[in-house]
């Protein structure tokens, strides 16, 4: 009995150590499983040929890239000798174009796309307007938060924006607003929408 004990022991003990064997084998010897899944890396390796330009003003404007916005560089043609208001709308209407055109192979790469429709017309203040106010042939209500957020952010931080950035923005018809490009909406642009005011004619 004694013998079939001390079998029974020396076995389980050369389990144990196997086992134990085992796990440090197994932290010992590399295991690629091949790169982990991961979201899009919104960075540009190196300037993007199809965005650079000799003629035009350069402006950046903000596309989507998973759930945030991000800067790109472009060119807007704007005419030499255009009054500001003129000015002002021309740059805006190239914003637009520049928002609603399909990212550049290497962009789509990157994991940047846009939701601005195309199409989308700007135009100046009516008679009873702010004079800096831009009318969209859309709504501003009636786009998308991640459109409505490139718009806003992208003409903020431009010359179509006031002198503080904030941008004064309505549809066809109807009120116009104030609207703000915050911290909060450049990283959240699918939650948070941009910040807005009634606009009161100074």
Same mark, same amino acid.
């Given at each position: 009995?004694?013998a079939r ?14 086992s134990a064997?085992c796990g ?18 919104c960075s540009l390796?190196?300037?993007?040929v199809?965005t650079? *330009? !000799?003629?035009g003003? /350069?402006?950046?404007?903000f596309l989507?890239c998973? $759930?945030?916005?991000v800067?790109v @560089? ?7 000798g255009a009054?500001d208001?003129a000015r ?7 914003l637009?174009?520049?928002?609603a ?6 962009e ?5 796309s846009t ?6 017309k ?6 009873a307007?702010p ?6 042939s859309?709504p501003p209500g009636?786009? *998308? !938060?991640?459109?409505? /957020?490139q718009?806003v952010?992208?003409?903020s931080? $431009?010359e179509?924006?006031?002198? @503080?950035?904030s941008?004064l923005l309505g549809?066809?018809?109807?009120p116009?607003?104030r609207?703000e490009?915050?911290d909060?909406?450049r990283?959240?642009?699918?939650e948070?929408r ?5 606009a009161v004619?100074?």
């Amino acid at each position: 009995m004694n013998a079939r004990r001390s079998l029974a022991l020396v076995l389980l003990a050369g389990v144990s150590a196997l086992s134990a064997g085992c796990g440090i084998r197994a932290t010992e010897v590399p295991t690629d499983f091949g790169a982990a899944p991961s979201r899009a890396h919104c960075s540009l390796t190196g300037p993007d040929v199809t965005t650079q *330009s !000799s003629h035009g003003v /350069a402006v950046q404007v903000f596309l989507r890239c998973a $759930s945030s916005l991000v800067t790109v @560089d472009r060119t807007v043609r704007v005419p030499q000798g255009a009054a500001d208001s003129a000015r002002r709308v021309l740059l805006a209407q190239g914003l637009l174009n520049e928002l609603a055109e399909e990212p550049s192979s290497a962009e789509r790469q990157a994991g940047y796309s846009t939701d601005v429709p195309p199409g989308m017309k700007a135009g100046g203040p009516r008679r009873a307007d702010p004079e800096d106010t831009l009318r969209l042939s859309i709504p501003p209500g009636g786009l *998308s !938060s991640y459109a409505l /957020a490139q718009i806003v952010c992208t003409f903020s931080d $431009s010359e179509a924006a006031e002198g @503080d950035g904030s941008l004064l923005l309505g549809g066809p018809v109807g009120p116009v607003h104030r609207y703000e490009c915050t911290d909060e909406v450049r990283s959240r642009p699918g939650e948070v929408r941009p910040p807005s005011s009634k606009a009161v004619r100074g």
